[in-house]
């Protein structure tokens, strides 16, 4: 017999933007949304398109250019929201309206200042005005891990007699334990009476570190929708994590009742795309797409797995897009061995042209370190799409830097401004400070840095560094990446990276103050 299906909702580019600094341009969304497509993600939620401007275009573009998966756009529970929401989804190809308000009493009475009448009312109403622009309705009560059970059923009946086809019970602060969680999922799917009309969905944050526990506890009393996000990124502690709930479902089929889709082998691939373009690092240790989810350091283990895989891992590496084929890159190999590779690590190349661009990048650090692993060709490719996807008005032509005991460190740095060279140099507390300061000699963008980090790629002295670095300057965050073998140099780039974007009209506002659930 076979299993119901599990419909895999990402918001990644709506509530995972939703990161302190995780915001995102319209065309990098777009390359998002297209890497969730191929991998077969059943509901893309793009966006919310009232929050901005920047916002409203990156959903209409993931609307128009994705085909193969429902596009869904948020909205609260009022006119405006959802008709600015049916305006950017009108060219879709399948289009989902989702829309909310908030039905715990703490919200009703603090943030909407709403009766629970009140709140019935208006789920009514923007119902019935979202199905006006599409017969795919989704409605989430917020809070509704903190509400009133009776009221909820109330809700919930109302919603689905109003047209809604998709009934969300969103976990909005991580506050519920998973038998709590799921017995409020089934309790609502045996007590409404027309639940058998809608599919019931989970979305879980992660305050508690259970957003994953709760959403299969929801799957395991009935719900069939999971909204999740790739790296579990989102609000505060995130959001369920797409790759470990489907890893979850595949693994474990002799006790979960429903399958899923996708195409897993493109989890390592989004994972890392998505780790790129916001700045968020995956931690080593991270469930499925992390540096170490499949390497061995005890000897025991190592001896275990070499004899039978299985008996320390309960999934293959090639089953989320970890190559299994051990030829290491170096500097003699060719366009075709590096063109090939890509396509076995599921990496995108748009043209001819930036195929050659890549390769170039390619052959420079294959100069610098002997052997070029996976791992570097996805942060040389990431970094390298990061700096096309806009123009820069700030280019690094060199750095120098200088540390010696008992001596201050010193950096002198060269940049080329609007065809210009302008040069500084400046002391600091360690040579990526006295970087920095000199860089901002020039630049003065008076922006404060949120974030410095340092992360290897590889093993060994002469790993890739990756650098993620995050500035904010009246009101606005920008995230910038760069990767050298020389940390003080993947500093700068990461740096100028973050500076261009401050200064790229394209960069959107951070979103967060426009929603909640």
């Given at each position: 017999m076979s299993k119901e299906k599990l419909i895999i909702f990402d918001t990644t580019l709506r509530d995972g933007e939703q990161s302190p600094g995780a915001s995102m341009t319209a065309e990098e969304k777009l390359r998002i949304a297209k890497a969730l497509e191929k991998m077969k993600v059943d509901i893309i939620e793009a966006g919310f398109p009232i929050s901005s401007e920047g916002d409203f275009l990156g959903v209409q573009g993931i609307a128009r250019a994705v085909k193969d998966s429902v596009v869904c756009g948020l909205a609260r529970a009022g006119e405006l929201d959802i008709k600015r929401a049916g305006e950017a989804l009108k060219d879709a190809n399948a289009s989902r309206i989702h829309t909310f308000i908030a039905t715990s009493p703490l919200h009703m009475r603090e943030k909407l200042q709403m009766s629970p009448e009140q709140v019935l009312e208006q789920a009514i109403k923007a119902v019935k005005l979202a199905r006006n622009f599409t017969?795919?309705?989704?409605?989430?009560?917020?809070?509704?891990?903190?509400?009133?059970?009776?009221?909820?059923?109330?809700?919930?009946?109302?919603?689905?007699?109003?047209?809604?086809?998709?009934?969300?019970?969103?976990d909005t602060v991580g506050y519920n334990l998973p038998q709590q969680y799921g017995e409020t999922i089934r309790q609502l799917i045996e007590r409404v009476p027309n639940s058998d009309k809608a599919i019931f969905s989970t979305h879980c944050h992660n305050d508690l570190g259970m957003a994953v526990a709760n959403s299969l506890a929801g799957v395991m009393n009935g719900a069939r929708q999971v909204e999740c996000s790739i790296n579990g990124l989102g609000e505060r502690a995130g959001n369920a994590a797409l790759e470990e709930i489907v890893m979850a479902v595949r693994t474990r089929q002799d006790m979960v009742p429903v399958n899923v889709d996708l195409d897993t082998t493109q989890i390592m691939t989004c994972s890392r795309l998505v780790a790129g373009i916001t700045g968020f690092a995956v931690q080593p240790n991270k469930a499925i797409v992390g540096a170490n989810a499949f390497a061995h350091e005890s000897g025991i283990h190592q001896d275990g797995v070499l004899k039978s895989r299985e008996t320390y891992e309960i999934m293959r590496a090639e089953d989320v897009g970890l190559s299994s084929n051990k030829i290491v890159l170096g500097k003699l190999s060719g366009r075709s061995a590096f063109k090939d590779r890509l396509e076995t690590l599921n990496i995108?190349?748009?043209?001819?042209?930036?195929?050659?661009?890549?390769?170039?990048?390619?052959?420079?650090?294959?100069?610098?370190?002997?052997?070029?692993?996976?791992?570097?060709?996805?942060?040389?490719?990431?970094?390298?799409?990061?700096?096309?996807?806009?123009?820069?008005?700030?280019?690094?032509?060199?750095?120098?830097?200088?540390?010696?005991?008992?001596?201050?460190?010193?950096?002198?740095?060269?940049?080329?401004?609007?065809?210009?060279?302008?040069?500084?140099?400046?002391?600091?507390?360690?040579?990526?400070?006295?970087?920095?300061?000199?860089?901002?000699?020039?630049?003065?963008?008076?922006?404060?840095l949120q974030l410095y980090a340092v992360s290897n790629v590889t093993k060994g002295t002469d790993s890739l560094g990756e650098v993620a670095v995050r500035l904010e300057k009246a009101g606005r965050i920008v995230n910038g990446q760069g990767s050298d073998t020389d940390i003080v140099l993947a500093s700068a780039k990461a740096y100028i990276n973050a500076l261009n974007r401050l200064l790229n009209p394209g960069e959107r506002i951070h979103p967060q103050t426009y929603s909640g659930i």
């Open positions: 017969d795919d309705v989704e409605f989430s009560p917020e809070d509704a891990g903190r509400s009133d059970l009776d009221f909820l059923c109330r809700v919930i009946e109302a919603a689905i007699k109003a047209g809604a086809t998709t009934i969300n019970i969103p995108s190349i748009d043209s001819e042209e930036e195929l050659n661009k890549a390769f170039r990048r390619f052959k420079d650090l294959a100069d610098k370190k002997s052997k070029i692993f996976d791992e570097d060709i996805h942060a040389l490719v990431s970094d390298f799409k990061m700096e096309e996807s806009f123009a820069e008005a700030i280019k690094l032509i060199s750095v120098k830097a200088c540390s010696e005991t008992g001596e201050i460190p010193q950096a002198s740095i060269t940049l080329l401004i609007d065809e210009e060279e302008q040069s500084a140099s400046s002391d600091g507390g360690g040579l990526v400070d006295a970087t920095f300061k000199a860089i901002e000699k020039i630049v003065s963008s008076d922006a404060d």
